[in-house]
DNA sequence: GCTTCTTATTGGTGTGACCAATTGCTGAAA
DNA sequence: TTTCAGCAATTGGTCACACCAATAAGAAGC
């Protein structure tokens, strides 16, 4: 019955209603980016509401990130900027996260990264490849007994790695899920022993393959690396508890 | 010099504090998921502010998808789902779509789309099979010359593959992808006369794959397809105007 | 025991006031 | 004329209070 007569109205509330409304401006570019909204008062006059209705749909149109609030200079829509995505995607899986998400983030990284190394190598810029030699040096020469260092600079290599593909859907997509793996490896006993020079050995081929633009090459070796990887993690993995 | 001296203070304003506040407490579970919040008039005395400002904090939450807000009932915090995720990206996408994406969206989805099919013939349910199968013959028996309707059934088709793969990673990542399509094709010059019989040859062949369990051809088809699909895109493609 | 009506509760909107940060003007000093 | 301190206007932030509208819980009647 429920799924007969599914509810129509939803009763917008004016706010909402004010909300689509500046949304569809900005969406169409009627509020072109960077451009300076009227004051709150103007807008009360315009829409012929209270300023409390209008302020809540302003807060929650910065809360989108649409519009920039700045208190006694005024309001501007914003330049949409891919934080405001990732944080959003962040809180998703965040939220989301638990056991049986962490096969998921292995089977999208066994199947993703390969593509993404190989992208890299055929778009890096210059810049994107000191970026990764950096984080080369950065790596082999962090402390070892600093294991939370050492995941943080493999994280950043792999992240480094989806940037220097240049494409923006790529790293909106494998940010929020690199953030992620630090939480996972509480759920494996150790971090393992004597993986660093093994580690930085894949990523040294990775990035020389990526340097001579060698996209096959690229994609053999993060094959390779996340492989090994992945094997060592499920030999340690927690067996997780009956409940 | 903006590089040096970075704002520090960002003077939060009251709400913005009551929000974080309230965010904590759901991501550190504290309010757990469904568990309903005190009214308005509670918090207001519990956090010791008007309720200008605490309303201010709850509709940036309620934008932000971390609760939901019932009048007459009251708020409850809100089990986090997909779609206000998908929603976030969709927006940000939307506004960041131009010409120079479209050959991002084509490597993406050639390099993606592919092992997506892999995962969805490994792990895909009877339910995701029935789908695509419909999916199959409301392509075939869709009016020839609604092209609208053609091209929506296409990005069905990808989109129920995406989600056969049941890895919520992938989906939330192509959906928002594939909603920037039907914008792209208003950069070709007509719809392809003829395809529509090659398309779906592909896609039965996809399915077939994928019914079978059958992880490389199901990569092999798609690959194919996908190859067969850019490479007519790329023919019909409206050279863009110098200005 | 069930339905219907009433009532209390909860979120939504409106008004008017005042606070605080920012901007821009103004007038005095160099 | 130029510079700059200081004032005034503008703009967003918060508050208090009143009232509306949707919902839910309890009371009354059958």
Redesign the interface.
């Known amino acids: 019955m429920n799924d007969i007569f599914k509810k129509i109205g939803t009763t917008q ?1 004016l ?1 909402q209603k004010i909300e689509r409304n500046i949304e569809r401006a ?2 169409e570019k009627k509020l072109p980016i960077g451009s300076k909204l009227p004051s709150e008062r103007e807008l009360c006059e315009m829409f012929a509401v209270s300023r ?1 209705a209008l ?2 749909a302003l ?8 519009i920039e609030i700045r ?1 006694g200079s005024g309001m501007v829509v914003k330049k ?1 900027n ?1 934080k ?2 990732i944080d ?2 962040n ?6 996260f638990d056991m049986n ?1 962490i096969s ?2 292995i ?2 990284r066994l ?2 990264e390969p ?2 190394a ?2 890299a190598a055929l778009n890096r810029k210059d810049e994107d490849l000191a970026n990764l030699e950096q984080n080369l040096i950065d790596f082999a020469a962090c402390d070892p007994d600093n294991t939370q260092l050492e995941s943080d600079m493999d994280n950043k290599f792999h992240l480094n790695v989806a940037r220097a593909t ?5 790293i ?2 494998m940010e929020p ?1 690199h953030n992620l793996l630090p939480r996972m490896r509480n759920f494996i006993y150790a971090n393992i022993e004597g993986e660093k020079e093994i580690t930085l050995g894949y990523h040294k081929e990775i990035v020389n393959a990526i340097r001579e633009r060698d996209a096959e090459r690229a994609y053999e070796k993060m094959q390779a690396h996340l492989d090994r990887n992945m094997q060592v993690y499920n030999k340690f993995m927690k067996i997780p508890e009956q409940d």
Request: charged share 30%; glycine share 4%.
């Open positions: 509330t706010s900005i969406r409390t302020r809540e807060r929650r149109l910065s809360a989108r990130g649409l208190k949409i891919m405001d995505a959003s995607l809180l998703y899986y965040d939220l989301k998400l998921q983030i089977e999208l199947a993703f593509e993404i190989k992208m240049g494409n923006p859907f790529v909106v997509t899920v």
